[in-house]
């Protein structure tokens, strides 16, 4: 067993010998460094920045790791950002696997892991913060940050700038394969921190990449590549909805040899494809054909990127997200177009867009070169096979009529993909933003902070232009925390010097956590706990304050509008006037006359909140009121490509209603909703929750060359609180369409267990010749409405009926198999009578 690497640092600190040490760790790993990673980790040593713009596949997560050991070799606390969560946790435990444990924390917005480890790994946004909140003095001597090309991004840019202006005295690693031109950057760099700084830019790939147009159909592309040795190849796309029918449409090919489609099927065998999408995936995957986006459940994305690394899977079609540090082993990429929807436009892509993708062809240790493939838009293609087909006859070839573009297409062509090879990513822009949050931070640090906010906006690097419109935004953010009277200005008359003080006390994590939680505590007072709607009134104030899951609320909203212009027509509303009406129909908002008054109160007296949006609605509360599974949900909104985005919000949800909602106002009933989220969470996919809890434990997460297969969750039965309203949630779900009379729906819940469709119906006509109607309130739903016996294989269970007249004489028996239970992941019931009791 080799040495650790923190055990080689010298006991006092000195260049040549940190150095050494790292370089004889990394060569014992089989790592031996690149000109360029030495020439990076030397000048890290030597104390200077460094700006590392490499191509993908150089090796810049080792001088990551270089940097941080010699920031401890010398006593120094360095930090790590990346800018998506899922790359600091990656980052977090690939460093406690080389650190330790002790020397290793990580803060995001959903938790803080030991946060005074001399490492951190952080959001950009987190340091961010950090820097604004105490700035020279920050507890920070250097700083890596990882995919810097992020300065760019309208939106977050901010982040990445923030730290660069405001921490003087801290060294800088900053990382990407796609800066371009970084002169002007690496002179500021030089001049606010008195260091030098060098770029190490222009290098080689180890792997060269060789580039392609292609004008044959895709699927016959892929045989090419694949018949030539190109395997495995990423075909990207820019929708997931693209991705996938790709993937289908390549089952038609032979992609894996009987060997390798066997070899998959005993490495999946156990593995539970539990979703609609999941069982499609399997299809696929067995066939040899990945699928990989943003919006599968984590553990078919990493079932997929396992295959892959096991060189099982031949081809993988996915969206542009493996551009963001994802670790799929691929030869070649195959891009689908040379455009994408930006959320804005369709628009070619930018040539850092381009790079970032293409930058994934060729495997270091694997490929002696990679390759990059661009395919001719499908008019281009169909031309190409017209003029094929003409061949050498001149008279052919004039009466070939060319297809044209379709109607709006924004074009790309050989010349596009060209230039796209050719040129350089664009120059970094600024993206520069001020908020009520930034001004706070910066007050409550005490100072000048008039000179210390002047030199933020003026110091920047942005335009003169810009700058004034930043410092105006300030003025005015700065009057309505004046009118709250959270800041107050003291002195400034003639002669004398102004100061500005908070006249209330920041909470030390300010702006680092969920930032509308502080108000979300507020609204809980608002709320009565006698309330019959209270436990999920409080679920609905905490889902305000969470982003929202835009495919659930479209499809809330297509849902709300069909129903409502069915209802409009049945009323003989003529169809101008439906289309005024449609207009205010959207998504359900519980609360939200309650909760724009409160926001409107509390910003009186915490304008900074206005910094963020309050976003009423129903997702967790849609689902427990819908009283179906996770699988039910998703193919009630249709949502099968976005299952993973779902889940993340539900994961979010329950780690927010852990955190955030204090127990001495949870209620029996909104602990028991809180439980059977957390069970669904982990029943659907763990990894989630697991992830959670190991960062909360600093437990290393699972090793990446473990198998295929991931932990099978404990057993549902296990939370026996949960698990009863996962019973009772199933047993309601039958009242709910019982009292809609959809005796079809209830048929395919139950026909396997003698109640069909019509057996359903027969066994309620007589309920219905005594009341009008079957109660669905809150009181109905209730646990005093089913009755529970517990056995040791099996429960029996009996849902009361609410007839209007309260007589509760009729009831729904049904049994519930806990080892089956179990193995699905969800309560298993089968209905055996319906009558009265």
């Known amino acids: 067993m080799t040495e650790p690497l923190l055990a080689r640092a010298p006991r006092t600190f000195d260049p040549d010998a940190v150095y050494a040490a790292f370089e004889e760790w990394a060569g014992e790993r089989g790592l031996d460094l690149y000109p360029a990673q030495s020439e990076a980790l030397i000048e890290i040593v030597s104390g200077a920045n460094v700006i590392l713009s490499t191509p993908t596949g150089t090796g810049k997560s080792l001088v990551a790791i270089g940097a941080h050991f010699a920031a401890l070799a010398d006593g ?55 820097a604004l909140r105490h700035g020279a003095d920050s507890d920070v001597d250097q700083v890596v940050m990882d995919e810097f090309h992020f300065y760019s991004d ?28 970084v002169s002007w950057l690496s002179s500021d760099l030089s001049a606010r921190t008195d260091r030098d700084t060098a770029v190490i830019t222009g290098v080689e790939r180890p792997v060269p990449l060789h580039y392609h147009y292609e004008t ?40 894996a040899t009987r060997e390798q489609r066997d070899r998959i099927a005993e490495e999946i065998g156990g593995f539970r494809f539990t979703t609609s999408f999941g069982k499609t995936l399997s299809r696929l995957v067995r066939a040899g054909i990945g699928v990989h986006h943003a919006g599968m459940l984590p553990k078919y994305r990493r079932l997929v990127e396992q295959l892959a690394q096991q060189g099982l899977l031949r081809v993988i079609c996915g969206t542009d997200t493996l551009g963001v540090g994802i670790n799929v082993p691929i030869r070649t990429v195959l891009l689908t177009a040379l455009t994408k929807f930006d959320g804005t436009r369709m628009r070619q892509l930018s040539a850092r867009e381009f790079h970032q993708v293409a930058g994934r062809a060729g495997r270091a240790g694997f490929d002696t070169a990679g390759t990059v493939s661009g395919q001719a838009p499908d008019h281009e293609v169909e031309n190409a096979r017209l ?26 062509g050989e010349p596009s993909f060209q230039r796209l090879i050719a040129a350089d990513p ?121 982003d929202d899951p835009r495919p659930v609320i479209s499809q809330q909203q297509f849902i709300a509008r069909g129903e409502a212009v069915a209802a409009m027509k049945a009323e003989g509303i003529e169809y101008d006037q439906r289309m005024e009406l449609l207009e205010s129909i959207t998504h359900p908002k519980p609360l939200e006359e309650l909760l724009g008054e409160a926001f409107h109160t509390y910003s009186r007296s915490q304008p900074w909140i206005g910094d963020f949006e309050l976003r009423p609605k129903s997702v967790v509360r849609d689902l427990y009121e819908r009283a179906m599974t996770f699988v039910d949900y998703i193919n009630f909104y249709k949502l099968a490509r976005s299952e993973g985005l779902v889940l993340r919000y539900l994961s979010d949800a329950y780690r927010a209603a852990r955190q955030t909602i204090p127990n001495e106002v949870k209620t029996e009933e909104l602990i028991d909703i809180i439980e059977w989220l957390g069970e669904l969470v982990r029943q659907v996919d763990s990894s989630l929750l697991d992830e959670w809890e190991a960062m909360t434990s600093l437990t290393p997460r699972d090793d990446p060359d473990a198998p295929v297969l ?12 949960a698990f009863r309203v996962l019973v009772r949630n199933e047993m309601f779900r039958r009242v709910q369409l019982a009292a809609l009379e959809r005796w079809a729906d209830l048929g395919e819940l139950d026909a396997a267990s003698g109640f069909d469709a019509d057996a359903w119906a027969d066994a309620l006509d007589p309920y219905f010749d005594l009341h009008d109607q079957i109660g669905t309130h809150s009181d109905a739903r209730g646990s005093a409405m089913l009755v529970v016996e517990e056995g040791p294989t099996e429960w029996t269970v009996r849902q009361i009926l609410a007839d209007p007249e309260g007589d509760h004489d009729w009831s729904i028996t049904a049994i519930v198999d806990l080892e089956e239970s179990n193995a699905a992941g969800v309560a298993v019931v089968r209905v055996t009578s319906v009558g009265m009791s």
């Open 216 to 255: 044959t159909p895709v699927q016959e592309t892929v045989e090419e590549l694949m018949s030539t040795g190109q395997a495995p190849i990423y075909i990207v796309h820019f929708s997931q909805a693209a991705a996938l029918e790709r993937a289908q449409a390549l089952t038609s090919i032979k992609v």
């Open 76 to 130: 120094k606390r360095s930090y790590y950002t990346a800018p998506i969560k899922a790359l600091v946790s990656e980052k977090f435990f690939a460093l406690v696997d080389v650190f330790g444990a002790e020397n290793v924390g990580m803060v995001t917005g959903d938790s803080s892991v030991n946060p005074d480890a001399p490492i951190i790994c952080c959001t950009a946004e987190i340091l961010a913060n950090l």
């Open 154 to 181: 309208p939106q977050r840019g901010w982040a990445w700038q923030v730290p660069l202006l405001t921490l003087p005295r801290v060294q800088f690693v900053l990382m990407s394969a796609t800066l371009g031109d």
């Open 710 to 721: 991931p932990p099978t969750p404990k057993g549902v039965t296990g939370n026996a609180r």
């Open 387 to 412: 003029v094929a087909r003409a061949g050498d006859d001149a008279k052919k070839l004039k009466r070939v009529v060319r297809k044209r573009a379709p109607e709006g297409f924004v074009s790309w």
């Open 426 to 546: 664009e120059t970094l822009t600024s993206s520069m933003q001020v908020t009520h949050s930034m001004l706070l931070n910066i007050i409550g640090r005490g100072g000048d902070s008039f000179q210390i906010v002047r030199d933020l906006l003026f110091d920047n690097h942005e335009p003169h232009k810009r700058q004034l419109a930043l410092a105006r935004q300030a003025l005015a953010i700065y009057r309505t925390l004046r009118t709250a009277e959270i800041v107050e200005q003291v002195g400034g008359g003639i002669g004398g010097q102004a100061s500005i003080r908070l006249t209330v006390d920041l909470q030390p994590n300010f702006a680092l956590n969920q930032p509308l939680s502080p108000f979300a505590l507020a609204v809980f007072d608002l709320l009565e706990q006698d309330s019959p709607t209270y436990a999920l009134d409080m679920i609905s104030v905490l889902e305000s304050t969470l």
